[in-house]
């Protein structure tokens, strides 16, 4: 059994260290990757509010806005009365674009029209007077760029993570960045690098003075926003993503600061890791990508919605938009902004902007620091130590209720750290305690349940199940290979057998014979047992093999007495059936017997020899010549002490030459009443009345005894010698024997 704990011990470590090879990043299993995502989505889900905030309104560039308006792109002088009339006419705090204006805006015709002038009418004095006056008119882009001026407007923008040959790089202008930064700093931190970027038109980024990024570099390989990137550099310098600058905006443009934690020299170079980023008063947590983990408040609609006709049309209550901070994006299909993310698979990316900066007022977004590696592989290592020790010490039904609490502590821990803002590890613990529990279970039944069942075949037809599935415990202790023991043997067999079988037809034998040795086998397997086999109407059975036994002889000892209570019971069953009465004789002795499958190249079984066994057949043999139930060597009587014996004789029995003590049992000492007693102590007194050769005492004490209880052999065989022993005395030199020559 210690080689089967072992091995379970050592695939464990197996699977453990499969999965810490996975945290540390050497081997990546994109399976582990994908459940932690799951666990994410469904811890998100399970906690998200569900309500809407009010404090960010989203103007929808909608379906129903396009059908009213036009197709998209609509004319910048139409984006420009949208801004004028969000700030001048609903007195908006922050508006953010959803949007890049990279292109030029040629909708109003200036170009046609300024060809004209050019060209053609270059001549014509009353178009070149008209077409002064309408010019302005015209400037859809001058005319937008004016009505961000001196406004709190974000433009947003996108940074490209690579640039294919030929691909022009850089496109329209940057906003201002927030910092310059060193190029080790940004390396050490992990901030992702950009290769370009398409921004807006010089004139309208001028305008609006400030701008935030919308792409996403750190979209999960399943296309799944969970996090956004918060900050990006640029050659060197370091950007916001819309929502940290519509935040910012909104803040008054506070300062920005990184919060870094150093934790010394690692393998020869100082490890930062970026932990959140301090926008004034709010501390936004991210990692050390610098993404901040999405805190969606629920399904699409957790905003509110506005559609962008009715702000042109100034169809809208203002105090829906007054001091708020407004959105412009869109949710129509046709203009691809639509996102894939844990709380909904068709999503508008305008809300997952609208959602980070609520996280961000409320300061309830999530982090996953970079300690949680660390805590990881303390947790894999503590669920794995407990469950291989644990569930090889227990039954399966235990084994899986363990299993089960030891993963809902893991969840219920999660939990509370995610109710905390904190965002632990989840898919590793619960995959490494689900392969362990199967690993287990598969081991315990495909692999030890073989052993159970091979010890099955080799000792079942000779012990009962319980013993089988003891024997289980520890299959590598036993073998059928031949070994001395110490153990105790008991012969059964029925008094008088040819002649009852003489008397009865076959079939009713055979049904005679098995409701005897059924319920005999049944006594000596309830007393740990061994049945080594059945001769005719005789048992041989044994204690003490396969399975150790240190109290053999009593369990012997105690079957024998049960059999024989037990065929008492089974007489008035045969007088019933109208069979004859059985009555049956026991012998045991305790002693050093070779024990081992033994037999032939065609037939083997598992057996017991030696002179102790041979001296058990014979014992059984002699309860026939005393008339008793059960005789006992001396061996087994010196290891069953809480035991009364009565001595029956000094025996020498065929086949020895040294005479053995033979002794019939009566009982526990504690159950013995006083008449009882008497009875032995005047026996044992004439008993050594007759070994002392003094025949006149000694026949005097056994007439008495056998006066008071005619029926016991016993006492009529004593007072038989004495008259024998006075006609042939047996000499000065007699030990009390007597020589049995029959078996």
């Known amino acids: 059994m210690q080689f089967q704990r072992i091995i379970r011990l050592a695939l464990s470590a197996l699977i453990l260290l499969a999965l810490l090879l996975d945290t540390s990043g050497l081997v990546k299993y994109p399976f582990v990757k994908q459940l932690e995502n799951w666990t994410y989505d469904a811890r998100l889900n399970f906690t998200r509010p569900n309500t809407i905030d009010n404090r960010i309104v989203i103007v929808d560039i909608d379906e129903n806005s396009l059908a009213k308006v036009g197709r998209w792109p609509w004319g910048r002088d139409k984006l420009a009365t949208i801004v004028d009339n969000l700030f001048d006419y609903y007195q908006a705090n922050t508006v953010g674009f959803d949007i890049v204006f990279a292109e030029k805006d040629e909708s109003s015709g200036l170009a046609i029209f300024e060809h004209l002038a050019n060209n053609e009418l270059s001549n014509n004095l009353a178009y070149q007077q008209a077409f002064d006056r309408i010019r302005p008119s015209l400037q859809h882009d001058r005319i937008f760029a004016n009505s961000l001026k001196g406004k709190n407007v974000v433009l947003g923008y996108y940074f490209k993570s ?30 992702n690098q950009a290769a370009g970027y398409s921004g807006n038109l010089a004139i ?22 969970r996090r956004v990137p918060l900050i990006q550099t640029y050659e060197n310098f370091l950007f916001s993503s819309l929502a940290l600058a519509t935040m910012r905006a909104f803040l008054s443009q506070p300062r920005v600061d990184l919060i870094v934690e150093s934790e010394g020299a690692r393998n020869g170079k100082e490890y930062y890791a970026l932990e959140a980023i301090k926008l004034g008063d709010y501390r936004i947590p ?25 702000v042109l049309t100034r169809d809208i209550d203002p105090a829906i938009l007054k001091d708020k901070i407004v959105l412009v994006g869109t949710s129509a299909p046709g203009l691809l902004d639509l996102r894939s993310t844990p709380v909904q698979n068709v999503y508008p990316g ?18 996953k620091p970079a300690w949680t590696i660390g805590y990881e592989f303390v947790m894999l290592i503590l669920v794995a130590v407990s469950m291989a020790l644990l569930l090889p010490l227990l039954p399966p039904l235990y084994a899986a209720a363990g299993t089960v609490g030891i993963g809902l502590l893991v969840i219920a ?34 692999i030890e349940s073989r052993g159970k069942r091979q010890l099955a075949l080799l000792f079942g037809q000779y012990i009962p199940p319980e013993l089988v599935d003891e024997m289980s415990e520890s299959p590598g202790d036993f073998a059928l290979d031949g070994e001395n023991r110490e153990m105790t043997v008991l012969f059964s067999d029925v008094r008088g057998f040819t002649t009852i079988s003489e008397g009865m037809d076959p079939r009713q034998l055979t049904q005679l014979m098995n409701a005897l040795l059924t319920p005999m086998t049944r006594v000596i397997h309830k007393n740990r047992g061994t049945i080594d086999k059945y001769m005719g109407d005789a048992i041989m059975s044994f204690w003490g093999a396969p399975l150790s036994d240190s109290e053999h002889a009593r369990h012997a000892l105690y079957a024998a007495l049960e059999m024989i209570e037990e065929l008492k019971i089974m007489q008035e069953e045969f007088k019933l059936r109208g069979w004859p009465e059985v009555n049956m004789g026991i012998g045991l002795n305790t002693g050093a017997m070779n024990v081992g499958n033994m037999g032939s190249e065609f037939r ?7 002179d102790a066994v041979n001296l058990g057949s014979r014992l059984e043999g002699l309860t026939k010549f005393y008339e008793v139930k059960i005789i006992v060597s001396a061996s087994t009587r010196a290891s069953i002490p809480e035991f009364t014996f009565r001595e029956l004789d000094l025996v020498i029995v065929k086949g020895k030459n040294e005479p053995v003590a033979i002794f ?16 032995l102590t005047r026996y044992k007194q004439a008993l050594t009345r007759f070994r002392s050769q003094n025949w006149d005492k000694a026949e005097i004490d056994f007439f008495n005894l056998h006066r008071s209880d005619p029926d016991r052999k016993l006492y009529q065989i004593y007072l038989d010698r004495i008259v024998h022993y006075r006609n042939e005395p047996p000499g000065s030199d007699w030990d009390g024997a007597f020589t049995h020559t029959s078996k």
């Open 162 to 191: 690579r640039v294919s040959e030929g691909e022009i790089s850089e496109i329209g202008l940057l906003p201002p960045p927030i910092m310059k930064m060193d190029a080790q700093w940004s390396e050490r931190l992990q901030i």
């Open 204 to 225: 309208l980024q001028s305008a609006a003075g400030s701008g935030g990024y919308f792409d996403n570099p750190h979209v999960d390989p399943d296309g799944v926003f």
């Open 286 to 310: 991210v990692d050390n990508n610098g993404a901040a983990y999405v805190p969606y408040r629920g399904l699409e609609g957790s905003f509110p919605y506005l559609s962008a006709h009715k």
């Open 350 to 367: 305008v809300e997952v902007h609208a959602n980070i900066i609520s996280g961000m007022l409320d300061q309830r977004i999530n982090h």
């Open 413 to 446: 821990g999660t939990m509370v750290a995610w109710h905390n803002h904190l965002i632990l590890p989840l898919a590793s613990p619960l995959l490494l305690i689900s392969l362990i529990f199967i690993l287990h279970m598969t081991y315990g039944f495909f």
């Open 604 to 610: 083997m079984a598992y057996t017991v020899l030696g």
């Open 664 to 679: 019939e049992p009566v009982g526990h000492k504690n159950d013995l009443d006083k008449t009882v007693r008497s009875e």
